[in-house]
């Protein structure tokens, strides 16, 4: 029995002597840096070196997560991380007592630092799964890569997703703001921006002057407003309504979520079905665009949206006004010019009403205002060239407005510019 005990301990020595051998190995890869090497000796003996044995498992999973670290293998190294901070610290050697507590840190910045090279190749998921990694290591002091997460799954167009995080950090009451420090250089006379550990040191230094903490812009208001923008995205009008309330009391200026606002109340314009209810949401549109251009006054395309819905609206002198703004502004919008013409077009078919009244009458006062008709719907295509010929000017080739202005030339016996513009339209058919 005595030779059965004694067996058996050599065979344990051996096994032990044989798993500290295996770990050496490992280490003297690390510290020579071949990462590649050193990870392919561990998943091979990963069986082996796993015993249960809370201190060589220690070791393990601290190489592990070195290991995995370096070769970007992050899921592996967040969940050798997790599985090493488990095991109570007594099991540590000197080593890793020293150690293990910057292995989350190197882990972090190496999350951080991949990620931000996904983004720049347009790799944008790959970045997201790489902070969500981080912030779920510490999701208290990480909770910042939870927003840049959120800003990926935007990029990448993945909105569920997007929405998803953005209202985790709302009812987290995250702002992501952080205190700053600034001191004047004496010397320069100029305000520098420092560390906090620098702002400490520069106080009692007599180079530095007026030092002050400022803090960063607080995020929240981003985020609420971000919740409503993927609301009106997805569709989802009522939410997005509210949303949209809520960011606006934060953000009242801002004309992107303004335009934002417009444009879920046209869409739901458009798809009323009860009259009522569709003029009161292009009332609510027109207001909207009205602020828009109150916060931003020589913007173009602004005036032309106006100009749209009170055409729409039988607000033809209005409609009008606008879109002659919209051209002040932003002269290369050919839309605005074709615009004006369909409303100066409006005073046509009104003109040809009166005539067909009167066409068959022989009457000598029927006569002569059958004529001074005719001569007032030569005046309204008189007014419409000039809007064409501008247009033109900016896009020669829009087919359209072309075979607008070879009517009015037709029309107006304008025979050579006819034939002109008429080649010119055969000649973009071709």
């Given at each position: 029995m005595k030779s059965i005990y004694i067996?058996?301990?050599?065979?344990?020595?051996?096994?032990?002597?044989?798993?500290?051998?295996?770990?050496?190995?490992?280490?003297?890869?690390?510290?020579?840096?071949?990462?590649?090497?050193?990870?392919?000796?561990?998943?091979?003996?990963?069986?082996?070196?796993?015993?249960?044995?809370?201190?060589?498992?220690?070791?393990?999973?601290?190489?592990?997560?070195?290991?995995?670290?370096?070769?970007?293998?992050?899921?592996?190294?967040?969940?050798?991380?997790?599985?090493?901070?488990?095991?109570?610290?007594?099991?540590?050697?000197?080593?890793?007592?020293l150690d293990y507590k910057n292995l989350e840190e190197i882990l972090v910045v190496a999350l951080v630092n991949s990620a931000v090279a996904d983004n720049s190749s347009k790799k944008w998921m790959q970045g997201v799964d790489k902070l969500l990694l981080a912030y779920d290591m510490n999701k208290e002091t990480n909770i910042d890569y939870l927003y840049f997460a959120a800003s990926g799954a935007v990029n990448a167009e993945n909105f569920d997703l997007a929405l998803e995080y953005y209202l985790t950090l709302k009812e987290k009451s995250y702002t992501g703001i952080i205190d700053e420090y600034f001191i004047t250089n004496v010397q320069s006379g100029v305000e520098e921006k420092v560390t906090e550990t620098e702002y400490k040191i520069y106080q009692s230094s007599k180079e530095y002057i007026n030092p002050r903490i400022g803090q960063t812009e607080s995020r929240y208001p981003e985020i609420v407003k971000n919740i409503a923008l993927i609301y009106v995205k997805k569709g989802e009008d009522d939410l997005a309504i509210e949303a949209i309330n809520e960011?606006?009391?934060?953000?009242?200026?801002?004309?992107?979520?303004?335009?934002?606002?417009?444009?879920?109340?046209?869409?739901?314009?458009?798809?009323?079905?009860?009259?009522?209810?569709?003029?009161?949401?292009?009332?609510?549109?027109?207001?909207?665009?009205?602020?828009?251009?109150?916060?931003?006054?020589?913007?173009?395309?602004?005036?032309?949206?106006?100009?749209?819905?009170?055409?729409?609206?039988?607000?033809?002198?209005?409609?009008?006004?606008?879109?002659?703004?919209?051209?002040?502004?932003?002269?290369?919008?050919?839309?605005?010019?074709?615009?004006?013409?369909?409303?100066l077009l409006e005073e046509q078919s009104v003109i040809i009403s009166d005539m067909d009244k009167i066409a068959m009458s022989n009457k000598r006062s029927d006569i002569a205002k059958y004529d001074q008709l005719k001569e007032d719907l030569n005046d309204v295509w008189r007014k419409c060239i000039p809007y064409c010929e501008m247009a033109l000017e900016y896009d020669p080739n829009d087919v359209e407005v072309l075979k607008l202005l070879s009517q009015f030339y037709y029309k107006l016996d304008n025979i050579d510019g006819y034939k002109k513009i008429n080649a010119k339209i055969e000649e973009l058919s071709n």
């Open positions: 067996y058996i301990a050599v065979l344990f020595f051996c096994f032990s002597f044989s798993q500290k051998k295996e770990l050496r190995q490992i280490k003297r890869l690390i510290d020579e840096k071949f990462f590649q090497e050193a990870e392919s000796l561990l998943d091979s003996n990963k069986d082996f070196l796993l015993s249960g044995d809370s201190k060589t498992d220690s070791q393990y999973y601290y190489y592990a997560t070195k290991i995995y670290t370096e070769t970007e293998s992050f899921v592996l190294a967040t969940s050798s991380l997790e599985k090493l901070m488990s095991i109570n610290t007594s099991f540590y050697n000197s080593e890793m007592k960011a606006r009391s934060i953000q009242p200026d801002d004309l992107y979520l303004i335009l934002n606002e417009a444009d879920l109340y046209i869409r739901l314009s458009n798809n009323a079905t009860d009259d009522n209810l569709r003029s009161q949401y292009r009332q609510k549109f027109k207001d909207i665009m009205t602020l828009a251009v109150e916060k931003d006054p020589k913007n173009g395309i602004l005036y032309y949206n106006l100009g749209i819905i009170s055409s729409e609206q039988g607000e033809s002198a209005d409609a009008k006004s606008y879109f002659e703004k919209a051209i002040e502004f932003k002269p290369d919008y050919v839309d605005s010019y074709v615009a004006i013409v369909n409303i």
